[in-house]
């Protein structure tokens, strides 16, 4: 079943080599993987979706939870929590052009670029609705196309916010004065 797991990180390099690197050390598989910054720029969130049953999420989390740069791990639930991708589509337009862009309206699309004989289109949305988006345009010739991983917030009024470290950090502004 998928899992999707928002990890709080500390906002620094190297930080998601070591946590890729867990769940590739441990033989787990990153389906889907998205990273930003939070509320506190101290901080990332990143968002990994994997196929995985209770026992081995419980497992990735207690793993997670292990490295000194992670500061929370919270798995979320499917059914309450609000996710969506992005895709950017390049479709060769030629005569069709407003055709292309009555299709894209009717997915909430939009032209992000429109030059010579191609459009650039953006969607978003769950996954089943951007794999149509690629569908009805593929027809008119996608010669680009790539998609962002999942990004996810639990609904309701719980939030997995960082106010600060568990850990005390030394101040690099302090360290690179001395």
């Given amino acids: 079943m998928e899992q999707i797991l928002s990890i709080v990180v500390r906002n620094q390099p190297g930080v998601l080599m070591r946590v890729a690197g867990m769940f590739s050390r441990r033989g787990y598989n990153i389906d889907s ?3 930003g910054t939070t509320q506190n720029p101290e901080f ?3 968002t990994v979706t994997m196929e995985a049953d209770e026992p081995t999420v419980v497992q990735v989390c207690k793993q997670l939870a292990k490295l000194v740069e992670v500061e929370k791990v919270k798995v979320l639930p499917p059914r309450s929590s609000a996710t969506r991708s992005m895709v950017l589509v390049k479709v060769r337009a030629g005569a069709k052009r407003m055709e292309l862009l009555q299709l894209a309206e009717v997915f909430r699309a939009h032209a992000v670029d429109v030059t010579g004989e ?3 289109f953006v969607a978003t949305g769950d996954e089943g ?3 149509a ?3 009805v345009m593929r027809p008119y010739g996608v010669t680009e ?3 962002t991983g999942l990004v996810a917030l639990e609904r309701g009024d719980t939030a997995l916010a960082v106010d600060e470290s568990r850990f005390e950090w030394p101040n690099t502004d302090k360290a690179r004065t001395i």
């Fill in 118 to 120: 191609s459009l650039i």
């Fill in 33 to 35: 993987l998205a990273v």
């Fill in 133 to 135: 988006f690629v569908d």
């Fill in 145 to 147: 196309m790539v998609q």
């Fill in 44 to 46: 990332s969130r990143m």
């Fill in 129 to 131: 609705k951007l794999k």
